[in-house]
T-cell receptor, first 112, second 113 residues
Framework: SQQGEEDPQALSIQEGENATMNCSYK?????LQWYRQNSGRGLVHLIL?????REKHSGRLRVTLDTSKKSSSLLITASRAADTASYFC????????????FGKGTLLTVNP | ETGVTQSPTHLIKTRGQQVTLRCSSQ?????VSWYQQALGQGPQFIFQ???????GRGNFPPRFSGLQFPNYSSELNVNALELDDSALYLC????????????FGPGTRLTVL
């Protein structure tokens, strides 16, 4: 079963604009991670935020986590055509330290 | 590039056959996890191996089995293939049991006809 649900399912923007994707989850977590996937290939780890953190930055990426609302957002600033990909959130849960539970993903298209 | 490799890249099998997929983990990683990703879905956890022992398993039937070798490489075996087994199979290696960063390979695309 899916733990995280990304919103929107698809997002189309122009190069240079910001892209915001949201993720909601159901159970308590140890951490939440965002991954990128190009054209149905392997996943690339973007950023990890722990349950006691509220915001984290990495380059053009900004992730927030609200554990009271069980939600997270990923902001990509100044988007580029190369950012076109599917983005997934994944949660690591307290009782299941061995696995990541993924949502269905957001397909981001950045038009040049 | 994560340093995790998988083989083969693509595979076509017929219903009822058996398949073995292979994964080499990143140097220094002793934990390998396998995921199944159906088209349009997020990856689903199959199982994890830590130091050659199965450490946890998702909601997959026993015909999905695995191995981890002393060099920490791993195999995923699927018996009695069904059409719904068609998917991208991803392995991920990590430095330990916690769900901190997992490094994914490029995947094996399995098509069952």
């Amino acid at each position: 079963s899916q733990q995280g649900e990304e919103d929107p399912q698809a997002l189309s923007i122009q190069e240079g604009e910001n892209a915001t994707m949201n993720c909601s989850y159901k159970t308590s977590i140890n951490n939440l991670q965002w991954y990128r996937q190009n054209s149905g290939r392997g996943l690339v780890h973007l950023i990890l935020i722990r349950s006691n953190e509220r915001e984290k930055h990495s380059g053009r990426l900004r992730v927030t986590l609200d554990t009271s609302k069980k939600s997270s957002s990923l902001l990509i600033t100044a988007s580029r055509a190369a950012d076109t990909a599917s983005y997934f959130c994944a949660t690591g849960s307290g009782g299941s330290n061995y696995k990541l539970t993924f949502g269905k993903g957001t397909l981001l298209t950045v038009n040049p | 590039e994560t340093g995790v490799t998988q083989s083969p890249t693509h595979l076509i099998k017929t219903r009822g056959q058996q398949v073995t997929l292979r994964c080499s983990s990143q140097s220094g990683h002793n934990t390998v996890s396998w995921y199944q990703q159906a088209l349009g879905q997020g990856p689903q956890f199959i199982f994890q191996y830590y130091r050659e022992e199965e450490n946890g398993r998702g909601n997959f039937p026993p015909r999905f089995s695995g191995l981890q070798f002393p060099n920490y490489s791993s195999e995923l075996n699927v018996n009695a293939l069904e059409l719904d087994d068609s998917a991208l199979y991803l392995c991920a290696s990590s430095a330990g049991l916690a769900t901190d960063t997992q490094y994914f390979g490029p995947g094996t695309r399995l098509t069952v006809l």
